[in-house]
C-alpha cells in the first residue's frame, strides 16, 4: 500500500523553542496532507489542512502562528510547533490520500514532550 | 457539524468469543473507515466503506455500513489475543473533503 514517513518519530525539546516535523508521501504525490493532533488515550483531532503551493486551512481553535506548515512540494509538507510549550507535548499524525475514494495513509506518529 | 459516537469504548473479552463495535454518525456520509492503533504507534487502515450496505471482511473482522441508519458496526470473531488495539472509526466530514472526524475509538482487550 501507499506509504507516508513521518520524521522524526519522537523529539524532546525545551520550551520557548521551535520543532519540524516532516512528512512525506513517499511513492505517491500529494496535492493535500492533513495534520492531526492525538492526546494520550484520546481520539484524534484535525488541526489543519496543508495545501501545496497555498496556505494551509486551519481547523477552529487551532493558533496559526504556533503551528506553522508548510507543503513546498507534491511529497513534502511541514509542521513546525513555534514556542513549544508544556500543554503542546502530543502525539502529532500526518496522513495523506494516494487517490480519490482510497482511505487516508498515516505517517508513524511524531511523540513531542516539550520540557 | 459532524458527530462520530463509537461504543462501547472499552471492551474486554475473551479469546473465541464474539463481539461487535458500533459506530454512529451525525449527519449525511458515504466514506467510512476503520482504522486500529497500537499502543505508541500510528493508524493503521482497516477497512474503506464507500456506499450504502457496503460489507468487507478481512480475517476475523468484518465491516459494514448503513447509511440510512448513519451506522456501521466492526464485528470481531473468535476473538484472538493479537485483535488488542484501541479501534477508530472515522468518517468524511464533508462528503469527499477528506478530513476525517474520528471516533472516540474502543480499546480492545482480548483475554486468553
Known amino acids: 500500500g501507499a506509504v507516508v514517513s513521518q520524521h522524526p518519530s519522537r523529539v524532546i525539546c525545551k520550551s520557548g523553542t521551535s520543532v519540524k516535523i516532516e512528512c512525506r508521501s513517499l511513492?505517491?504525490?500529494?496535492?493535500?496532507m492533513f495534520w492531526y493532533r492525538q492526546f494520550p488515550k484520546k481520539s484524534l483531532m484535525l488541526m489543519a489542512t496543508?495545501?501545496?503551493?497555498?496556505?494551509?486551512?486551519?481547523e477552529q481553535g487551532v493558533e496559526k502562528d504556533k503551528f506553522l506548515i508548510n507543503h513546498a512540494s507534491l511529497t513534502l509538507s511541514t509542521l513546525t510547533v513555534t514556542s513549544a510549550h508544556p500543554e503542546d507535548s502530543s502525539f502529532y499524525i500526518c496522513?495523506?490520500?494516494?487517490?480519490?475514494?482510497?482511505?487516508?495513509?498515516f505517517g508513524q506518529g511524531t511523540r513531542l514532550t516539550v520540557v | 457539524e459532524l458527530k462520530v459516537e463509537q461504543n462501547p469504548l472499552f471492551l474486554s473479552m475473551q479469546e473465541g468469543k464474539n463481539y461487535t463495535i458500533y459506530c454512529n454518525y451525525s449527519?449525511?456520509?458515504?466514506?467510512l473507515y476503520w482504522y486500529r492503533q497500537d499502543p505508541g504507534k500510528s493508524l493503521e487502515s482497516l477497512f474503506v466503506?464507500?456506499?450504502?450496505?457496503a460489507v468487507k471482511q478481512e480475517g476475523r473482522l468484518m465491516a459494514s455500513l448503513d447509511t440510512k441508519a448513519r451506522l456501521s458496526t466492526l464485528h470481531i470473531t473468535a476473538a484472538v489475543h493479537d485483535l488488542s488495539a484501541t479501534y477508530f472509526c472515522?468518517?468524511?466530514?464533508?462528503?469527499?473533503?477528506?478530513?476525517?472526524?474520528f471516533g472516540k475509538g474502543t480499546k480492545l482487550t482480548v483475554n486468553p
Open positions: 496522513s495523506a490520500y494516494p487517490g480519490p475514494r482510497t482511505e487516508a495513509f
Open positions: 511513492d505517491f504525490q500529494a496535492t493535500t
Open positions: 496543508s495545501n501545496e503551493g497555498s496556505k494551509a486551512t486551519y
Open positions: 449527519t449525511t456520509s458515504d466514506r
Open positions: 466503506l464507500l456506499s450504502n450496505g
Open positions: 472515522a468518517v468524511d466530514s464533508q462528503g469527499g473533503s477528506e478530513k476525517l472526524v
